[in-house]
Nanobody, 117 residues
């Protein structure tokens, strides 16, 4: 099994910044991508950003230029630096790890990000 532990959520004013961190433990062999998803009240969970083992990244259009994902493939950690936060970024953010060898996606418990004045 794989355990994902997130940290770094909280309350921030519009225009502010937050950094989310996630570390994977357990049977991490085979994980080739890690990322962040979010789910706002009444909405479906959506991809925010993902980084693959080779270093390639992808972002949701809504966060491009504001959020930056980074990670350590060997340690299986992933961070999300969020700048210029907007009220619409308010959501529960979930860390994700993908293992194609097992055909599995693993999820953290989520961390709440609230952007409000």
């Amino acid at each position: 099994q794989v355990q994902l532990v997130e940290s770094g959520g909280g309350l921030v004013q519009p225009g502010g910044s937050l950094r989310l961190s996630c570390v994977a433990s357990g049977t991490i062999f085979g994980i080739n991508a890690m990322g962040w998803y979010r789910q706002a009240p009444g909405k479906e969970r959506e991809l925010v950003a993902q980084i693959r083992s080779g270093g390639s990244t992808k972002y949701a259009d809504s966060v491009k230029g504001r959020f930056t994902i980074s990670g350590d493939n060997a340690k299986k950690t992933v961070d999300l630096q969020m700048n210029s936060l907007k009220a619409e970024d308010t959501a529960v953010y979930y860390c994700n790890a993908h293992n194609p060898l097992r055909g599995m996606d693993y999820w953290g418990k989520g961390t709440l990000v609230t952007v409000s004045s």
